[in-house]
C-alpha cells in the first residue's frame, strides 16, 4: 500500500512514517519544514520527502493519504484531497487500527512527564528481556530512535491528549485501547483547543472508558483532577502512586530525588539511585515502575536498571559546560513542569546561582493562559531572561514585575544571549526552556562562553 503522510516532519508523525516502512508499506510524505534530524532518519528508511503542499504530490493518487492534526482547512494538499474524494485518516487513527490492535499497549497520558515516563517505560521492559515496541514523543536516549515494531507482544506510547486531526476533535488517546494506561497528572493546558479543565478531564474519560476490566489504571495519587476523572466512572482496577501515598510509594532518601525507596502496599521493594532530579522525576519513576510489573515483571529485578536509564534529549539535557558555567537545555511548556525542574536543580545545587532563558512556545504560553502562574514557577531562579517576541500578544511585564528585580526581557534571542553573558558568573547553571527550537540558543550560548 502507498502511503502519503501530510505533516511527516513531526515527532509523532515521523514516528508513524518509520512503522509504517517497517511494516512493509511504501511511505512518502510532505511537510512545510523538511530538515535534519527527522528528515535525515526517514530518508535512511526509504522514505521520500517533499518540501512544501502541493497537489502535485497527491498525483498519482496515493491509497490513503494519512493526515497531521497540523493540516487546516485551507491547506492546498488539504482541499485537493478532499475535492478529489481521496481515503484519508489521522495518524492516531491509522496507528489504533493498523498496528496497535494486535498488540499488549501501555499508554502514558498526563499533562506532564509523558516523554520521559514512556522512555523510561520502554527502558525497563526491554532490560526484562519484553523487546517492546514504541512510539515516543521525543528521542529516548537508550534507543537513539523515536519509534520501532519492537519484537515482543508489548507496545508502549506516549499518550498525548492533544486533538488527533482537523476532522477529528478527539484527542490522540481514544484511539490506542490500551490495556495499562498511565494516568499521571491533569492540569490545564492546550488554551487553543481546550476551554477549561473539565473539557480536558472528559478526554481523559474517555481514555479510562477504553481499558479493559482485565487491565489497570496507573494513577497519580496526588492528583485531584484524576480522582474527579476516577469518579466519573471506572471499570479496570486501579493503582495509585505517591511520594509516601498511594500503593506505590516513595520515600526521599536525597532531597533532590536523585535516590529514594519503594514501598508497594507497605512492602518495602527496594531503593532506586539514578541521575535524574526533583520530585516529578521520582513521580515518573514510580508510574512506570508500576506500569512495568502489571505487564509481569519483577520489580525488583529492574531497580538497577535505573541507573542505566539515559533520559530523553531536551530534559534538562547538560548542553555543556565551559569556565564554570554549565548550560542546560529542557523542554518546558508548562509553569508547573518549570517550577518542578527548577526545584530539582535547587536542591542539586544548593546556593549557586541558577540563571534561566525562556521563550513563551507552546500554544497555550503564547495566548497568555498561563501568565498569572509563570513568575511563581520561577522562583527558584536567580535570574530570568523573558523572549518577549514583537507578535507575543500579551505583555510580560506581567511575569518580570512580579520576580522583583530578578527579570528583564529581550525582543530578539541575540539580545537576550548578550544581555544572559553579560550576567553569567563562574559557578553558575544557565537553563534554556522552551519546547520549541529556541533559535539554537542554548548551544549558541556555549560557543559564546568558550570566548568569554
Partial sequence: MRLHILGICGTFMGGVAALARELGETVEGSDANVYPPMSTQLEALGIELMQG???????????????????????????YMLDQRLRYVSGPQWLGERLLVEREVLAVAG?????????????LLESAGLAPGFLIGGVPGNFGISARLGQGRHFVIEADEYDSAFFDKRSKFVHYRPCIAILN??????????????SIQRQFHHLVRTVPGNGKLIVNAHDAYLSEVLAMGCWTPVETFGIGKGDWQATLIASDGSSFAVQYKGEAIGEIRWSLLGDHS????????????????????????????????????????????RVYDDFAHHPTAIAATLAG?????????????????????????????LAPSLSNADVVMFLHRPELPWDASRVTDALHGRASTASTVDAL?????????????????????FENAPRRFIEQLRFF
Avoid at 504530490?57 to 492534526?69: A, E
Avoid at 532563558?357 to 498569572?372: I, V
Avoid at 553579560?422 to 520549541?436: I, K, L, P
Fill in 53 to 79: 503542499y502541493k497537489t502535485e504530490y497527491l498525483q498519482p493518487t496515493p491509497d490513503l493519504v494519512i493526515v497531521g492534526n497540523a493540516m487546516m482547512r485551507g491547506n492546498p494538499a488539504v482541499e
Fill in 111 to 123: 499533562t506532564h512527564g509523558k516523554t520521559t515516563t514512556t522512555s523510561l517505560l520502554a527502558h
Fill in 185 to 198: 497528572n491533569l492540569e490545564y493546558d492546550h488554551a487553543d483547543i481546550f476551554p477549561d479543565v473539565a
Fill in 282 to 325: 521520582v513521580m515518573n519513576a514510580l508510574a512506570a515502575l508500576a506500569a512495568v510489573t502489571a505487564a509481569g515483571a519483577d520489580p525488583r529485578a529492574l531497580l538497577p536498571v535505573f541507573t542505566t536509564f539515559e533520559s530523553v534529549k531536551r530534559r534538562m539535557e547538560v548542553v555543556g559546560e565551559v569556565g564554570g558555567v
Fill in 345 to 373: 536543580l535547587r536542591a542539586k545545587v544548593g546556593k549557586a546561582r541558577i540563571l534561566v532563558a525562556l521563550e513563551p512556545r507552546s500554544n497555550s504560553m503564547r495566548l497568555g493562559a498561563h501568565a498569572e502562574a
Fill in 417 to 437: 544571549l548578550a544581555t544572559l553573558k553579560s550576567q553569567t558568573r563562574v559557578g553558575d547553571h544557565v537553563v534554556f526552556m522552551s519546547n520549541g527550537g
